[in-house]
């Protein structure tokens, strides 16, 4: 398992470096076509939107898979043992059923959307949204792979 989430996390490391990489390019691009030669690409400022889009529900899982998520330190920072586990389960099971709850609508909005195309690059709006469940997904397996690492360590043991 630590070997498929390796490889799964070098795969969203790589498509987050490349959306970031497009996108200085595009937003400098545009910078510099608009006031240099008094121009912009039609499709710069679009496609740059989606890579942010793509670039934020890639690096979700990435977060989570390594604890950078936000968290109420003031109540965790002052609790330990069988009250921090506890708390420990109960917040990743807020997440499994929010994180589900995004998969399923996800894929719903992706359904909904695969009629629509983007006004200026005239691509399927699906092509857009669909990395919400998959990033929502990934990072749901990420979340369930913690709860059993939590539910395996004794009390004494969690941070």
């Known amino acids: 398992m630590a ?30 076509t608009r006031y240099c030669f008094g ?10 939107r989606y890579l942010f889009v793509w670039v934020v529900f890639l690096s979700l899982p990435l977060v989570a898979r ?11 920072s002052r609790v330990h043992g069988a009250t921090l586990k506890f708390l420990n389960i109960l917040a990743d099971i807020f997440s499994i059923v929010f994180l589900g709850i995004m998969v399923v609508c996800g894929i719903q909005m992706v359904i909904r959307t695969s009629y629509q195309t983007s006004p200026a690059m005239m691509i399927p709006m699906s092509w857009v949204y669909v990395v919400i469940p998959f990033g929502c997904a990934v990072m749901l397996i990420y979340v369930a792979a913690n709860l059993v690492d939590v539910l395996k360590t004794p009390a004494g043991e969690i941070r």
């Open 3 to 32: 070997k498929l989430f390796n490889w799964l996390d070098n795969i969203l490391k790589c498509l987050v470096v490349i959306g970031n990489g497009l996108m200085l390019l595009l937003v400098f691009g545009q910078v510099i």
């Open 39 to 48: 121009w912009t690409p039609y499709f710069g400022e679009e496609l740059a």
């Open 66 to 76: 390594y604890g950078g998520h936000m968290a109420i330190e003031t109540l965790t």
